[in-house]
């Protein structure tokens, strides 16, 4: 009863974790699109405190921004340019599909902790007066809240978070090349997924989010056991995405299955570092508010 009276974040985190989130900041690396002045860099150009580069004068343009030293020694104005400062637009891409049901042994699902990191970036994001818009995802998009701020956006967030259930089929790539063509203006797009896909679709995804110059996030979230494999004796795996059964003994396959496993890491690892996505490991997470503290201090 008492957590049918919970609402919003109260759902996902203690006030407790909600204290230690509130210190967080969350910023872009790469200059943004916004509709409103605030902290981060955006690619129009305007007055600030962030300069930006020169051009040649034209008639009618402000005096006060002459660079007198370049006209001094080459006798030509220019023009002073700025970034201006805008809100950062947050696009939160949440993975649904089937194996994010999985749990290792008196551990949280992985989509529980998917929904958790999710809630509390948004939760930062809020705080900073930024704008933040959720989309969940796994063979096809299968819900959205729009950008937004403030409390009421922040609690039906949270809320629908806490009460989605995984259960689809996998179709990551397919899914994030609709939203790369859904997310126009540039923005900080994260990716909670465990990405199990085909890493050659997934390539081509996060080429279409970076063609359209976005910052880009992927957290790669996993469950230790699938990393250690370590389990005893015959043991009977289900498909959670098709409902398949294999049984095996564990003990003889985890050699391999322990390499395979890690050369999908490295594969993964290597391909974000190719398109300067920032790719965040997350193989269980104990303590939330510590994993994102340092995610974002290192980032910042």
């Known amino acids: 009863m008492v957590w049918r009276m919970k609402d919003g974040l109260a759902r996902l985190f203690s006030a407790l974790e909600l204290r230690r989130l509130g210190g967080l900041h969350l910023h872009a690396r790469f ?17 600030s405190l962030e300069f930006s580069d020169y051009r040649a004068y034209v008639p009618g343009d402000d005096l006060r921004h002459l660079d007198w030293r370049i006209m001094a020694r080459n006798e030509r104005l220019f023009i002073r340019q700025y970034e201006q400062e805008c809100n950062l637009r947050v696009h939160l891409l949440v993975d649904v599909s089937g194996s994010m049901a999985y749990a290792g042994a008196g551990r949280e699902s992985k989509f529980r902790t998917a929904a958790r990191l999710a809630a509390a970036l948004a939760y930062v994001t809020v705080r900073q007066q930024d704008l933040v818009a959720l989309t969940l995802f796994s063979d096809r998009i299968r819900g959205q809240f729009p950008l937004g701020g403030g409390g009421e956006h922040l609690r039906q967030l949270a809320n629908r978070l806490a009460t989605e259930e995984p259960g689809a089929a996998t179709d990551i790539a397919g899914s994030l090349h609709q939203l790369a063509d859904s997310i126009r203006r540039r923005a900080l797009v994260v990716i909670i997924s465990d990405l199990y896909d085909d890493l050659e679709k997934l390539r081509q995804a996060l080429a279409h989010f970076r063609r359209r110059r976005h ?26 995405e098709t ?8 003990r003889e396959l985890r050699g391999a299955y322990c ?3 890690e050369q999908f890491l490295q594969e993964t690892r290597t391909l974000c570092a190719g398109f300067d ?13 510590l994993f994102l503290q340092r995610h974002l201090v290192r980032r910042g």
């Open 31 to 47: 200059p943004v699109e916004g509709t409103m002045l605030g902290a981060h860099r955006s690619t129009q150009r305007g007055v």
């Open 243 to 250: 409902g398949e059964e294999l049984a095996v003994d564990p």
């Open 259 to 261: 390499a395979r496993f």
């Open 277 to 289: 996505v920032d790719y965040v490991p997350a193989v269980g997470i104990d303590d939330l508010p």
């Open 215 to 240: 910052d880009v996030i992927v957290y790669h979230l996993l469950d230790p056991a699938e990393r250690e494999f370590a389990f005893g004796e015959d043991t009977a795996f289900t498909d959670l």
